[in-house]
């Protein structure tokens, strides 16, 4: 437990093209005004650096009426208010639309973050794969965190503190081999 970045797969090499950069500059931007949103807020960006998709949802989910050919290859990034990590559903959408890369911000005890998925060597793992592994690596997880506290190698403050969502999303990459990590920005 503990760790903050971490993924199964391996993204591709290369160098990184003059739009590449033009797309992650113009997703940073986006992530910087919504990651304090109260609701989700998210932005679909397609691989030629177009905003197909900009929408406003509730505190709990937002929802982006774009096909899985509109999706493919693209960027979708949005806010989580909570801070959390992602959702199951979040990592099928990735799936079924094989976007590029998805995306979640957030703040958590005034520190922002940044998670991102991305598929690996063989692409997304299937939905059924992803909501299977996902389920009992966070039944393991908190379990875990439970033994933990009652037998004393876990402090309250580590109880509280531990992101489930985080933990198992890294168990789920490495099992399903796909890229997943989340960092401070």
Same mark, same amino acid.
Not at 25 to 30: G, P, R, T, V
Not at 134 to 143: A, F, H, L
């Given at each position: 437990?503990?760790?903050?970045?971490?993924?199964?797969g391996r993204g591709g090499g290369g160098g990184v093209s003059s739009l590449d950069k033009k797309i992650s500059?113009?997703?940073?931007?986006?992530e910087s005004s919504i990651y304090r949103n109260k609701r989700e807020s998210a932005y679909?960006?397609?691989s030629n650096g177009n905003v197909i998709a900009d929408k406003v949802g509730t505190k709990n989910g937002v929802t982006v009426y774009l096909s899985? $050919?509109?999706? %493919?290859?693209?960027?979708f990034t949005h806010n989580h208010p909570g801070g959390s990590s992602f959702s199951t559903n979040d990592i099928c959408?990735?799936?079924?639309?094989?976007?590029k890369e998805i995306r979640a911000v957030g703040e958590v005890d005034g520190k922002r973050y940044i998670y991102s998925a991305k598929p690996g060597r063989n692409g997304w793992p299937t939905r059924n794969a992803i909501a299977n592994a996902?389920?009992?690596?966070?039944? $393991?997880?908190? %379990?875990e965190l439970v033994n933990g506290f009652?037998?004393?190698t876990i402090s309250k403050s580590q109880y509280y503190k531990t992101d489930v969502n985080h933990e198992s999303w890294l168990r789920v990459a490495q099992e399903l081999r796909f890229v997943y990590t989340r960092n401070e920005f």
């Open positions: 437990m503990g760790r903050s970045s971490g993924g199964g500059n113009m997703i940073l931007e986006k679909v960006i397609d899985n $050919e509109e999706m %493919n290859g693209s960027v959408v990735a799936s079924k639309g094989n976007l996902y389920n009992r690596y966070q039944q $393991e997880v908190k %379990n009652r037998n004393g």
